[in-house]
Each structure stands twice: as structure tokens, then as C-alpha cells.
Nanobody, 123 residues
Framework: QVQLVESGGGLVQDGDSLRLSCTAS????????VGWFRQAPGKEREFVAI????????SYADSVMGRFTLSRDNAKNTVILQMNSLKPEDTAVYYC????????????????WGQGTQVTVSS
């Protein structure tokens, strides 16, 4: 089992940056691809980005491409989502989750989830 904890959310202005962290417990963290999802009030949870087990591949939703960057440090059991040029439409609760295989964008493919961290971008 893997336990995930997100941190780094907060209230920022349009155009600002935030750095979200996802820290995992357990020695099998490097066995998983790690994805980020977000859910805004009244909307379904949506895919944001995914990084492969060793960080050699990443994929992003069109809405965040060029603004968000994923990286990971398996020695520290941590994945970082760097979010730049934030927009009000990025406001949501952000979740990290792990998946046995890289590439999936459906939340149903993810095995373990964190509790989420709130990101609010004001205009």
C-alpha cells in the first residue's frame, strides 16, 4: 500500500506560480507512475499530468501544457508539480495518485490517492 500526501496549495493571483508536492510512504514508490488530477466545484475530476516511474516521460493535459512541469525524486519519494502562469480556471483541489502503468488519463486506473490540496487563483 502507498500513502500519498499533497502539499503546497494556496491562494495566488492570476499569473503567479505555485509548487505542489506529492510525498509517498513505502519503498515501492518507484514502481508507480504518478499522476495529478484536479477537481473544481461542481465539475468532474480531470487529468492534469502524469510522470513515468523513473521520470523519463511526462504527459500533460492540453489546458496546462507549457505552463505546468512535473518532476520526481524517487530517493525522496516525492513528485513535484511546478505550476506557472496560473489562471483563475486552474482553481481546484489538486490530487496526486499512483498507477501501475504510465500513460493512463482515467482516474479509474489509479490505485492510491492523496487527500488533495486546494489551489485558488484570483483574477
Amino acid at each position: 500500500q502507498v500513502q500519498l500526501v499533497e502539499s503546497g496549495g494556496g491562494l495566488v493571483q492570476d499569473g503567479d506560480s505555485l509548487r505542489l508536492s506529492c510525498t509517498a510512504s513505502g519503498r515501492t514508490f518507484s514502481s508507480y507512475a504518478v499522476g495529478w488530477f484536479r477537481q473544481a466545484p461542481g465539475k468532474e475530476r480531470e487529468f492534469v499530468a502524469i510522470i513515468s516511474r523513473y521520470g523519463d516521460a511526462t504527459s500533460y493535459a492540453d489546458s496546462v501544457m507549457g505552463r505546468f512541469t512535473l518532476s520526481r525524486d524517487n530517493a525522496k519519494n516525492t513528485v513535484i508539480l511546478q505550476m506557472n502562469s496560473l489562471k483563475p480556471e486552474d482553481t481546484a483541489v489538486y490530487y496526486c495518485a499512483v498507477c501501475s502503468n504510465y500513460g493512463y488519463r482515467s482516474s479509474r486506473k489509479y490505485d492510491y490517492w492523496g487527500q488533495g490540496t486546494q489551489v485558488t487563483v484570483s483574477s
